[in-house]
């Protein structure tokens, strides 16, 4: 599984960013997409993600209504919409992309596949 980001760059605080990941190869069982970042001295962290099944969506609480998740199924594309940016959502972006399988109750084995990951600067 091959994952490929665009997008990123600097903004304005109060501007607006779109994230694309484009997924490839051996797609079948996986279950999650979504977008992590990573701040100079922090850990990273979930920003978002949907389900290829049903699409439900999850978000983390410092970005729930300015960022919009979303898939494109025909192109094989995940997309982060980022509204209403801030100094603190500066970082690097990370798709994510999860393979799960359930061999049992007891016996599930996930697969965790990363992109490059791409800078979004947000300036004061």
């Known amino acids: 599984v091959q994952l490929v980001e665009s997008g990123g760059g600097l903004v304005q605080a109060g501007g607006s960013l779109r994230l694309s990941c484009t997924v490839s190869?051996?797609?079948?069982?996986?279950?999650?997409q979504g977008w992590y970042r990573q701040a100079p001295g922090k850990q990273r962290e979930l920003v978002a993600a949907?389900?290829?099944?049903?699409?439900?969506?999850n978000y983390a609480d410092s970005v729930k209504g300015r960022f919009t998740i979303s898939r494109d199924n025909a192109k094989n594309t995940i997309n982060l919409e980022m509204n209403s940016l801030k100094p603190e959502d500066t970082a690097v972006y990370y798709c994510?992309?999860?393979?799960?399988?359930?061999?049992?109750?007891?016996?599930?084995?996930?697969?965790?596949?990363w992109g490059q990951g791409t800078q979004v600067t947000v300036s004061s």
């Open positions: 994510h992309a999860r393979k799960r399988r359930i061999y049992s109750d007891y016996d599930v084995r996930d697969a965790n596949y």
């Open positions: 190869g051996d797609t079948f069982t996986i279950d999650v």
């Open positions: 949907i389900t290829s099944g049903s699409g439900l969506t």
